[in-house]
T-cell receptor, first 116, second 112 residues
Framework: GAVVSQHPSRVICKSGTSVKIECRSLDFQATTMFWYRQFPKQSLMLMAT?????????EQGVEKDKFLINHASLTLSTLTVTSAHPEDSSFYIC????????????FGSGTRLTVV | QKEVEQNSGPLSVPEGAIASLNCTYS??????FFWYRQYSGKSPELIMF????GDKEDGRFTAQLNKASQYVSLLIRDSQPSDSATYLCALTLTGGGNKLTFGTGTQLKVEL
């Protein structure tokens, strides 16, 4: 149980375009979704926390107008990278937790974004 | 002081040996601690979580928590080459709700 499906796994886009990444909790209701970014050989950096039906809370230094997060239902959260630039190339990973969830936090499989 | 500190490694152990991974933290009020394994190019997968002082065992893995000394460790018995990965220590901070703060990870290499 506790599976989080993340799509796409890899995406290459042109500079200036937007990319949407989806995360779905398949067998539980994810009241909270976390979005992380990981650069090569670095640890996970939390970008934002989204609660179902509420606006996302962004970490310091993360541009909320550039990284749009939507958590419209208990099973789906999306991250849209708008006007992507090469420096946005990274590994983006979502993670989900549910109220009373005692198993820790389940991660999606990640999305490798390359902006050319 | 960093919120979560781990030696980056690499830590090399021979196959069959015990691998000991350590993590120290600065927030004395931290309550929940997690160990994740991350293979290169993949997302982290949860190995264990621990909330109380002492040891918690799950198969070949044992997590140890000492809140007084502010460290948490992970022991891997009978290490296998497939255990070669980066191990991430994560915890919740006081007032941080349920979001996790990660260490930079320790790279483990299990050699034949």
């Amino acid at each position: 149980g506790a599976v989080v499906s993340q799509h796409p796994s890899r995406v290459i886009c042109k500079s200036g375009t937007s990319v949407k990444i989806e995360c779905r909790s398949l067998d539980f209701q994810a009241t909270t979704m976390f979005w992380y970014r990981q650069f090569p050989k670095q640890s996970l950096m939390l970008m934002a926390t989204s609660n179902e039906g509420s606006k996302a809370t962004y970490e310091q230094g993360v541009e909320k107008d550039k990284f749009l997060i939507n958590h419209a239902s208990l099973t789906l959260s999306t991250l849209t990278v708008t006007s992507a630039h090469p420096e946005d190339s990274s590994f983006y990973i979502c993670s989900a937790s549910a109220r009373g969830f005692s198993y820790g936090y389940t991660f999606g499989s990640g999305t490798r974004l390359t902006v050319v | 002081q960093k919120e979560v500190e781990q030696n980056s490694g690499p830590l090399s152990v021979p196959e069959g040996a015990i691998a000991s991974l350590n993590c120290t933290y600065s927030d004395r009020g931290s309550q929940s601690f997690f160990w994740y394994r991350q293979y290169s190019g993949k997302s982290p997968e949860l190995i264990m979580f621990i909330y109380s002082n002492g040891d918690k065992e799950d198969g070949r893995f044992t997590a140890q928590l000492n809140k007084a000394s502010q460290y948490v460790s992970l022991l891997i018995r009978d290490s296998q080459p497939s255990d070669s990965a980066t191990y991430l220590c994560a915890l919740t901070l006081t007032g941080g709700g349920n979001k996790l703060t990660f260490g930079t990870g320790t790279q483990l290499k299990v050699e034949l």
